[in-house]
C-alpha cells in the first residue's frame, strides 16, 4: 500500500517511522516532511493545505490512504474535498471532515458540543463585540484567575490566563472590538479557571467505535519549572503515572464515550484522532479542550509505545472495522526532550548545522524542524528534534534522552533539563 502523509513536524516523522514498519506498506510519501523523513520516505514539497497539489500527489504517486497530521489542512476541509471529487473519493482520509474539526476550529462549538452531551467541563460563555458589556458582567461573577479563549485557531495562542478582573475586562475588548487574535477572537470563550494536573488522551474512532492509546503528559513552558512563554511543547512522558486504571475509567465513561456517542447523535461522521486535553481535578477528569489530531510531542511517545501495527488500526478507521481490530502497547515508559533553536518561541535563526546525530543509538531521534542542505542537516524551525527514549522508570528513559542529546550540537541549542521534574 503507498500512504501519503501531511506535514512536516517530529509527529509525522514519528508516523512515518511507525508506518514504515508495517509489512502491508509497499511506498511512504510526505508532504512536506523534513530531513528525518527524507531517510524513510519520499519527500514532496507541497503545502498540505493546497488541495489541488494534494490531489495530484495522490494520483500520481497511485496512494491509497492519506494520514493527515496538523489541525489545519482538516480544519479547511481536505477530507471533505476527497469525498467530493470523482478521483478521490474512495481513497480514505484518517482525519475528520470540516464538521467534526470544528470540535478543534471552534472553542464556542466545543464546549456547546460538551455541554449538550453532558460532558464534564469548566463552566462558560462566549462573547463577541456586541455583547461585550455582558462578557464584562460574567467575569464579575467568577473568580480570578480568568480565561480568555479565541474561538478560532490562533496558533496555539489564543488563550490567556489573567489574573485581575481588570486586565481580564481589558484583554476581552482587545479580543473582540480590537482583533488581538485577528478573526479568531472575534468570538471570545470565557471559562471558570480549573486548578489541577493536565493530561492528554488519545482516542482513534471511526465514528461508530473507539481504541483508547496511551494516554501522555506534554510541557509546555519553554522554561525549567514550567515558567515562561507557552511553546507547541517541550517534552513528554507517556503512560502518566498519575493515570491510574480507576481515573482512566472515568475518562472513558464520562469523557470518551459521550464524545465519540454526540458526535454520531449529531450526525458527524468522524474518522481519525481526537485528542483530550484533560485536567485532573481532585481525582476527577474535565476536558480544557478538543484537538482532532495527534498531539507533538506526545505522538513521539504515544506511537513508539504501540507494539502492533498502526496501519492495521488505521485500515480499521477507514473501513469502520476499528471493533475487530486489536493492538499492544509496551508497558516500558517513553520520554520525549525537545532540541529547539536558542529564542524559540520568539525570533530565532534557522540554517544552523547539526552534527552528532548520527552518533546517537540508544535513543529514537524525530526530526522536527530541519531540512537538508548540502546532504548536511541544518535546522528550520523552532522546534527542531525529538529525542525519544524507553526505560523501567521516567528517571531511566530521561537519562538515556539527556545522553543522547549530549551528542547532539548546533548553534543556540537550547533544551529543557527537567521533563518528568513534577512526576520523579
Ligand atoms: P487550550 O489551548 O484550550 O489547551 O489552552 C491552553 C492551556 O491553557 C491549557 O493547556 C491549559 O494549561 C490552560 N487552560 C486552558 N483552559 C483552562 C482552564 N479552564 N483552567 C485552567 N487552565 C486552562
Ligand atoms: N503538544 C500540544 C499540542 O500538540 O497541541
Not at 480570578?144 to 495562542?157: E, R, S
Not at 478582573?165 to 485577528?182: C, H, I, P, R, T
Not at 503515572?241 to 454526540?262: N, S
Amino acid at each position: 500500500m503507498n500512504i501519503l502523509i501531511l506535514g512536516s513536524g517530529g509527529r509525522e516523522h514519528a508516523f512515518t517511522l511507525k508506518l514504515s514498519q508495517s509489512e502491508k506498506i509497499n511506498q511512504l510519501f510526505v508532504a512536506p516532511g523534513n530531513a528525518g523523513t527524507a531517510q524513510i520516505a519520499q519527500n514532496i514539497a507541497i503545502n498540505p493545505t493546497d488541495f489541488n497539489a494534494v490531489k495530484d500527489t495522490v494520483l500520481n504517486n497511485n496512494i491509497q490512504m492519506v494520514v493527515v497530521g496538523p489541525e489545519a489542512p482538516l480544519v479547511a476541509g481536505v477530507h471533505d474535498f476527497f469525498l467530493a471529487d470523482a478521483d478521490l473519493k474512495n481513497i480514505p482520509v484518517i482525519g475528520p471532515k470540516k464538521d467534526g474539526a470544528l470540535l478543534e476550529g471552534s472553542k464556542d462549538f466545543s464546549k456547546n458540543f460538551m455541554e449538550k452531551h453532558n460532558i464534564p467541563t469548566a463552566r462558560y460563555q462566549s462573547f463577541t463585540q456586541e455583547n461585550l458589556i455582558e462578557g464584562y458582567a460574567f467575569l464579575e461573577t467568577l473568580k480570578a484567575p480568568y480565561v480568555l479563549k479565541a474561538d478560532g485557531l490562533a496558533a496555539g495562542k489564543g488563550v490567556l490566563i489573567l489574573d485581575s478582573l481588570e486586565e481580564a475586562k481589558k484583554e476581552l475588548k482587545e479580543m473582540v472590538s480590537n482583533q488581538k487574535f485577528g478573526e479568531a477572537s472575534s468570538t471570545v470563550v470565557i471559562e471558570e479557571f480549573l486548578d489541577g494536573i493536565e493530561l492528554s488522551v488519545f482516542v482513534l474512532t471511526d465514528g461508530k467505535n473507539y481504541k483508547i492509546l496511551p494516554s501522555a503528559k506534554d510541557y509546555k513552558r519553554i522554561g525549567e519549572g514550567d515558567k515562561g512563554l507557552n511553546t507547541g511543547g517541550m517534552g513528554a512522558i507517556s503512560p502518566v503515572p498519575f493515570a491510574t486504571e480507576d481515573f482512566l475509567q472515568k475518562v472513558e465513561e464520562r469523557i470518551v464515550k459521550p464524545t465519540v456517542d454526540g458526535l454520531q447523535k449529531d450526525g458527524i461522521d468522524y474518522r481519525g484522532f481526537i485528542f483530550i486535553g484533560l485536567m485532573n481535578v481532585d481525582g476527577n477528569p474535565q476536558v480544557i479542550e478538543y484537538n482532532v489530531r495527534m498531539g507533538d510531542p506526545e505522538t513521539e511517545v504515544v506511537l513508539p509505545r504501540i507494539a502492533s501495527d498502526l496501519l492495521d488500526l488505521f485500515e480499521g478507521v477507514a473501513h469502520q472495522t476499528l471493533a475487530e481490530k486489536s493492538f499492544s502497547i509496551n508497558p516500558k515508559t517513553a520520554t520525549t526532550v525537545m532540541l529547539v533553536s536558542g529564542g524559540y518561541p520568539e525570533g530565532y535563526e534557522k540554517g544552523k548545522v547539526m552534527t552528532g546525530v548520527e552518533k546517537v543509538t540508544d535513543s529514537i531521534v524525530y526530526h522536527a524542524g530541519t531540512t537538508l542542505k548540502d546532504d548536511q542537516i541544518v535546522t528550520s524551525g523552532g522546534r527542531v528534534m525529538a529525542i525519544t527514549s524507553f526505560g523501567d522508570t521516567i528517571e531511566e528513559a530521561l537519562k538515556t534522552s539527556y545522553t543522547s542529546i549530549d551528542h547532539i550540537h548546533f548553534d543556540k541549542m537550547n533544551y529543557r533539563k527537567d521533563i518528568g521534574f513534577d512526576l520523579v
